[in-house]
């Protein structure tokens, strides 16, 4: 199943300046970057034929893959000054870069690379900056046993302030973001080709193509309560740097075997 990735935006709430170009998916997460992570994922559930959605700093994400060193991230015998690797990260991989506009929505990163989807009955999208252990085949299954157009992963809420409820001036409640019955986007979609009727020129594709689709009664959600984490800021990207370096990786399926039982089952 092919998994189209959005990697063209600015992130500006990651940079440090205008000198830096590097993406938001290129910040680095231990050694590898944000997209590695999201990539080793969908690899890890048996999906590795990538479409790569490329815009702002296009360049930083084709020489990570040109010039990509498995040795950083594998383990390797060093005999006689030629390297054997004892894994591999990248070596099944198919990933096709695609030029899809610096300035582009979403939805119209996804319209430009519909020829690369084209006779796929469902493929993946991800934003590329979010890390999740959320099991992706049951996810796939929500859609694919249904005769909605799509399916998106949602979370609660992940903001920590605290919602007052009101009677007068009289508070009558205090509560949690979190614990309210809202959820949002989480960034992982499951899509038919349907999508693509209900994305317009420029359009978005979650307010446009999943609101569509919501409007006629033909979009499914994916609640989930599990590990999620976005990398908007520096502090969220900081946050997963320091749990890399700690060893509480759960995002990190490939390395759990109860998850590469599940995945192999």
Known sequence: MKVVLFCGGYGMRMRN????????????????????????????????DFVLCLGYGAHHIKDFFLSYTETASNDFVLRGGRVELLSTDISDWQITFVHTGLESSIGERLRRVREYVDGEELFLANYADVLSDAPLDAMIDTLATSDAGASMMVVPPQVSFHCVQLDGNRVQSISSARTLPVWENAGFFVLRQEIFDHIPENGDLV???????????????????????????????????AAYESGARPWMVWERPDVMAEARA
């Open 207 to 241: 307010e446009d193509g999943c609101g569509s689709l919501a409007e006629r009664g033909r979009l499914i959600a994916y609640p989930y309560r599990g590990f999620w984490q976005p990398a908007d800021t520096f502090k969220e990207r900081a946050a997963l740097d």
């Open 17 to 48: 300046g205008p000198a830096d170009d590097v993406p938001k998916p290129m910040q680095m997460v231990g050694p590898r970057p944000l997209l590695w992570h999201v990539m080793r994922y969908y690899a890890h559930y048996g999906h590795t």
